[in-house]
T-cell receptor, first 115, second 112 residues
Framework: DAGVIQSPRHEVTEMGQEVTLRCKPI?????LFWYRQTMMRGLELLIY????????DSGMPEDRFSAKMPNASFSNLKIQPSEPRDSAVYFC?????????????FGPGTRLLVL | GENVEQHPSTLSVQEGDSAVIKCTYS??????FPWYKQELGKRPQLIID?????GEKKDQRIAVTLNKTAKHFSLHITETQPEDSAVYFC???????????FGRGTSLIVHP
């Protein structure tokens, strides 16, 4: 298994542009998480899905952020419009929580810079 | 909800010394406590975890201890090596399908 896959790995954009981050979870994992990591706030949980259904999006900072999971193999996180304070590393993680293990498997992250 | 406090935020040690990172949690129902290691520019990865039915767990040079009464747990690294340099995150959850709450992280620096 290739693990959790994220794309792009790096994104540089200008303020006001739409940003789309993508994630492919590990096959068979029915939980998917989106995290944001910054020096100031550490690792923040933005939203998570169970069986493709959003369960808790209370961590999404504002309406500019949205996330979808149209099927078990794909999720995206969109920021529209982007702002410089959105600059961070965004991690996607998947897990078979409740089954054999509670381990979260993180993707390599997307390093976002908004100018 | 659960609140996890982690200390220190930065820890600097000499190679060969021991390092201890401490976390406290607020929800007495939490019973699963994983630790993740994140090397510079890499993803967080699970290194060890403990459940509330045991007080200590070891894996080679790393160990985790849990005090349920005081609601705190610690990561111990002995004989530290430069490759132990990383950010370490603790987390707490009720296990099963409950979502873990992460601490803020500790940056461990091991000087050769």
């Amino acid at each position: 298994d290739a693990g959790v896959i994220q794309s792009p790995r790096h994104e540089v954009t200008e303020m006001g542009q739409e940003v789309t981050l993508r994630c492919k979870p590990i096959s068979g994992h029915d939980y998917l998480f989106w995290y944001r990591q910054t020096m100031m706030r550490g690792l923040e949980l933005l939203i998570y899905f169970n069986n493709n259904v959003p369960i808790d999006d209370s961590g999404m900072p504002e309406d500019r952020f949205s996330a979808k999971m149209p099927n078990a193999s794909f999720s995206n996180l969109k920021i529209q419009p982007s702002e410089p304070r959105d600059s961070a590393v965004y991690f996607c993680a998947s897990s078979p929580l409740g089954l054999a293990t509670e381990t979260q498997y993180f993707g390599p992250g997307t390093r976002l810079l908004v100018l | 909800g659960e609140n996890v406090e982690q200390h220190p935020s930065t820890l600097s040690v000499q190679e060969g010394d021991s390092a201890v990172i401490k976390c406290t949690y607020s929800d007495s129902a939490s019973n699963y406590f994983p630790w993740y290691k994140q090397e510079l520019g890499k993803r967080p990865q699970l290194i060890i975890d403990i459940r509330s039915n045991v007080g200590e767990k070891k894996d080679q040079r790393i160990a985790v201890t849990l005090n349920k009464t005081a609601k705190h747990f610690s990561l111990h690294i002995t004989e530290t090596q430069p490759e132990d340099s990383a950010v370490y995150f603790c987390a707490a959850s009720k296990g099963g399908s409950y979502i873990p709450t992460f601490g803020r992280g500790t940056s461990l620096i091991v000087h050769p």
